[in-house]
Protein backbone atom coordinates (compact mmCIF):
# COMPACT_ATOMS: atom_id res chain seq x y z
CA UNK A 1 0.00 0.00 0.00
CA UNK A 2 1.01 3.43 -0.58
CA UNK A 3 0.82 6.55 1.91
CA UNK A 4 -2.43 7.66 0.87
CA UNK A 5 -3.73 3.96 0.93
CA UNK A 6 -2.03 3.58 4.77
CA UNK A 7 -3.78 7.63 5.63
CA UNK A 8 -7.01 6.14 4.75
CA UNK A 9 -7.06 2.96 6.56
CA UNK A 10 -5.39 4.64 9.61
CA UNK A 11 -8.18 6.88 9.06
CA UNK A 12 -11.12 3.69 8.75
CA UNK A 13 -9.42 2.47 11.77
CA UNK A 14 -9.77 5.12 13.48
CA UNK A 15 -13.60 5.74 13.59
CA UNK A 16 -14.52 2.80 13.84
CA UNK A 17 -15.85 2.40 17.60
CA UNK A 18 -15.90 -1.65 17.27
CA UNK A 19 -11.95 -1.12 17.91
CA UNK A 20 -10.52 -1.46 20.75
CA UNK A 21 -6.82 -0.64 22.76
CA UNK A 22 -6.24 -4.86 21.56
CA UNK A 23 -7.30 -4.52 18.04
CA UNK A 24 -5.20 -1.45 18.01
CA UNK A 25 -2.19 -3.54 19.56
CA UNK A 26 -3.16 -6.06 16.99
CA UNK A 27 -2.47 -3.95 14.09
CA UNK A 28 0.49 -1.98 16.17
CA UNK A 29 1.93 -5.78 15.85
CA UNK A 30 1.20 -7.01 12.21
CA UNK A 31 2.49 -3.00 11.01
CA UNK A 32 5.32 -3.47 12.66
CA UNK A 33 6.22 -7.31 10.85
CA UNK A 34 5.08 -5.54 7.69
CA UNK A 35 8.19 -3.20 7.83
CA UNK A 36 10.28 -5.88 9.17
CA UNK A 37 9.39 -7.70 6.73
CA UNK A 38 9.48 -4.98 4.05
CA UNK A 39 6.44 -5.75 2.79
CA UNK A 40 3.76 -3.94 1.50
CA UNK A 41 0.82 -6.04 1.68
CA UNK A 42 1.38 -9.83 2.55
CA UNK A 43 2.77 -10.46 6.20
CA UNK A 44 4.18 -13.88 7.19
CA UNK A 45 3.29 -14.35 10.68
CA UNK A 46 3.30 -16.30 13.63
CA UNK A 47 0.95 -16.13 16.83
CA UNK A 48 3.65 -16.26 19.49
CA UNK A 49 5.25 -13.66 17.32
CA UNK A 50 1.91 -11.49 17.03
CA UNK A 51 1.47 -12.27 20.98
CA UNK A 52 4.87 -10.99 22.45
CA UNK A 53 4.94 -7.75 19.67
CA UNK A 54 1.52 -6.96 20.80
CA UNK A 55 1.82 -7.86 24.68
CA UNK A 56 -1.17 -9.90 24.65
CA UNK A 57 -0.74 -12.34 27.28
CA UNK A 58 -3.73 -15.01 27.00
CA UNK A 59 -4.39 -17.51 24.01
CA UNK A 60 -8.26 -16.52 24.18
CA UNK A 61 -7.76 -12.83 24.27
CA UNK A 62 -4.98 -12.96 21.15
CA UNK A 63 -7.66 -15.18 18.91
CA UNK A 64 -10.77 -13.04 20.05
CA UNK A 65 -9.54 -9.64 18.94
CA UNK A 66 -7.37 -11.30 15.75
CA UNK A 67 -10.71 -13.19 14.99
CA UNK A 68 -12.63 -10.02 15.46
CA UNK A 69 -10.12 -8.19 12.75
CA UNK A 70 -10.92 -10.25 10.33
CA UNK A 71 -14.83 -10.08 10.75
CA UNK A 72 -14.51 -6.36 10.72
CA UNK A 73 -12.96 -6.52 7.45
CA UNK A 74 -9.80 -4.73 8.24
CA UNK A 75 -7.44 -8.17 7.67
CA UNK A 76 -7.10 -11.01 5.80
CA UNK A 77 -5.81 -14.21 7.46
CA UNK A 78 -4.77 -16.94 5.19
CA UNK A 79 -3.41 -20.36 7.66
CA UNK A 80 -1.04 -22.67 6.75
CA UNK A 81 -0.86 -26.16 8.37
CA UNK A 82 2.87 -26.84 7.15
CA UNK A 83 5.25 -26.58 9.73
CA UNK A 84 7.63 -25.42 7.24
CA UNK A 85 5.61 -22.41 6.27
CA UNK A 86 3.86 -19.71 7.81
CA UNK A 87 0.73 -18.27 7.85
CA UNK A 88 -0.06 -14.92 6.18
CA UNK A 89 -2.00 -12.16 7.04
CA UNK A 90 -3.32 -9.18 3.67
CA UNK A 91 -4.04 -5.79 4.77
CA UNK A 92 -7.28 -4.99 3.14
CA UNK A 93 -7.80 -1.53 1.53
CA UNK A 94 -11.17 -0.29 1.58
Do not use: C
Not at 1 to 7: E, I, L, R, T, V
Not at 41 to 46: A, R
Not at 58 to 67: C, D, E, I, S, V
Amino acid sequence: MNAKQWNLFLERVGSDTRINVWHLALLIALLRLAYIQNEKKVIKVSRSRLMKLSHIKTTPTYHKYFKELQDFGYITYVPSYHPGFRSTVTFNTL
